[in-house]
């Protein structure tokens, strides 16, 4: 059981860096046509998706990474905790 918490610990971890990237990317390079951008985009975009579409639209602004990272920081460790 603690080798399944430990993995999804690391998991949330790699995650987490990835969003990060992601965000820090679409400043750098909005456009994303580099090898970068395009991995980080496939890691988290299956987890933006269904956020984004129950989000409204906001505009320019997206706050699904922050939504994200509000998860992935505050549930996910709560989830392990009932596990263990």
Request: charged share 15%; no cysteine; proline share 7%.
């Amino acid at each position: 059981m603690i080798f399944i918490a430990n993995f999804i610990n690391l998991l949330t971890t790699i995650l987490t860096f990835a969003i990060f990237g992601r965000v820090l990317m679409s400043w750098i390079k909005p456009r994303g046509n580099d090898l970068v951008s395009n991995f980080l985009f496939n890691i988290t975009e299956p987890m933006f998706a269904p956020i984004r579409r129950l989000l409204p639209k906001t505009g320019m602004f997206d706050f699904t990474p922050m939504i994200v990272l509000i998860i992935l920081q505050l549930v996910i460790p709560r989830l392990l905790k009932l596990l263990i």
